[in-house]
């Protein structure tokens, strides 16, 4: 069979994982319009057969590219440095809705240097119109020596089949790196805080999700009971949160536990309680237990 690692290169908010959840099939990362959402490495499996041989593909959706700036933005870009020393390819995504700037030549430039073919996947066409889409793909096709470019919808679908085909036809000969339907790498713990984390990013205003993380506390899937902790820096987030008389966090709660009860495949009680770590972001304790 053909099997192998492609890594998911792109700015913030350009749909990167809108996109590696489409060719999934499934929901492996969460999906937030706030930048860094993306703070770990999500491997998602993609499971075919191309021209009769099967193969399975590993998708790696990366932190996305930066300055570090903290011990977090230093944990973030360095599982990004060690990605692009060891995948077959690169899938590079950007929005075909906004134009090409000086953050997507400096991600070219490091993903054609890095060796492996690029695949490009113009994302969000359903938003424009198709001349514009034959523009953007003039002025991507000159950003470096791609091995194939294809314009998609990761929203509604929109060619998604033949970026899986040529995506799959990057792979070398090699073993299945994930069985029993396993779609992702992500332990369950880690899965649950992720989804957590989404919901108190779509509900948060603009200075708190940065401050934002979720540690798993007790999770017993048989009894249905879940416990985390959401994890701030300051008195002032954790107001924000929690919410006059706790509605925020209950919301956040209410929002989660649908996907959690389908994770889990059962009715959960999930309990949710906001508490102060100043300056986490800088605490390598801190990143080492989130399994940053």
Same mark, same amino acid.
């Given at each position: 069979?053909?099997?192998?690692?492609?890594?998911?290169?792109?700015?913030?908010?350009?749909?990167?994982?809108?996109?590696?959840?489409?060719?999934?099939?499934?929901?492996?990362?969460?999906?937030?319009?706030?930048? =860094?959402?993306?703070?770990?490495?999500?491997?998602?499996?993609?499971?075919?057969?191309?021209?009769?041989?099967?193969?399975?593909?590993?998708?790696?959706?990366?932190?996305?590219? =930066?300055?570090?700036? +903290?011990?977090?933005?230093?944990?973030?870009?360095?599982?990004?440095?060690?990605?692009?020393?060891?995948?077959?390819?690169?899938?590079?995504?950007?929005?075909?809705?906004?134009?090409?700037?000086?953050? +997507?030549?400096?991600?070219?430039?490091? #993903?054609?240097?890095?060796?492996?073919?690029?695949?490009?996947?113009?994302?969000?066409? +359903?938003?424009?119109?198709?001349?514009?889409?034959?523009?953007?793909?003039?002025?991507?096709?000159?950003?470096? !020596?791609?091995?194939?470019?294809?314009?998609?919808?990761?929203?509604?679908? !929109?060619?998604?089949?033949?970026?899986?085909? !040529?995506?799959?036809?990057?792979?070398?000969?090699?073993?299945?790196?994930?069985?029993?339907?396993?779609?992702? !790498?992500?332990?369950?713990?880690?899965?649950?805080?992720?989804?957590?984390?989404?919901?108190?990013?779509?509900?948060?205003?603009?200075?708190?999700?940065?401050?934002?993380?979720?540690?798993?506390?007790?999770?017993?899937?048989?009894?249905?009971? #879940?416990?985390?902790?959401?994890?701030?820096?300051?008195?002032?987030?954790?107001?924000?949160?929690?919410?006059?008389?706790?509605?925020?966090?209950?919301?956040?709660?209410?929002?989660?536990?649908?996907?959690?009860?389908?994770?889990?495949?059962?009715?959960?009680?999930? +309990?949710?309680?906001?508490?102060?770590?100043?300056?986490?972001?800088?605490?390598?304790?801190?990143?080492?237990?989130?399994?940053?």
């Amino acid at each position: 069979m053909r099997s192998g690692f492609v890594a998911v290169a792109g700015r913030p908010n350009v749909g990167k994982s809108t996109l590696v959840n489409a060719l999934a099939g499934e929901k492996v990362a969460i999906v937030s319009d706030k930048p =860094q959402t993306t703070r770990r490495r999500i491997s998602a499996a993609v499971n075919g057969a191309l021209d009769g041989e099967p193969y399975q593909l590993v998708l790696v959706d990366l932190p996305g590219f =930066q300055r570090p700036r +903290d011990a977090l933005t230093e944990h973030m870009q360095h599982t990004v440095d060690v990605a692009l020393a060891n995948v077959d390819g690169f899938l590079f995504v950007l929005a075909v809705d906004e134009r090409i700037g000086g953050g +997507d030549r400096f991600i070219a430039d490091r #993903v054609f240097a890095a060796g492996p073919p690029v695949v490009m996947a113009l994302n969000k066409v +359903d938003r424009v119109p198709p001349a514009r889409i034959a523009e953007q793909i003039t002025e991507a096709a000159a950003l470096g !020596d791609l091995h194939a470019l294809h314009p998609v919808s990761a929203l509604v679908g !929109d060619g998604l089949a033949p970026l899986l085909r !040529d995506l799959a036809g990057l792979l070398p000969e090699g073993p299945a790196y994930f069985g029993d339907g396993r779609r992702t !790498d992500l332990p369950l713990e880690a899965q649950i805080a992720e989804i957590v984390r989404e919901k108190a990013l779509e509900l948060t205003r603009e200075e708190v999700p940065h401050a934002i993380s979720v540690e798993m506390e007790e999770l017993d899937a048989d009894a249905g009971r #879940v416990s985390a902790r959401v994890w701030v820096e300051t008195e002032s987030q954790k107001g924000i949160v929690v919410g006059k008389g706790g509605v925020m966090i209950r919301t956040i709660g209410t929002r989660a536990r649908p996907e959690v009860e389908l994770l889990l495949g059962r009715p959960v009680y999930l +309990d949710l309680r906001v508490k102060v770590k100043p300056r986490w972001r800088r605490d390598e304790g801190a990143l080492e237990r989130l399994g940053i």
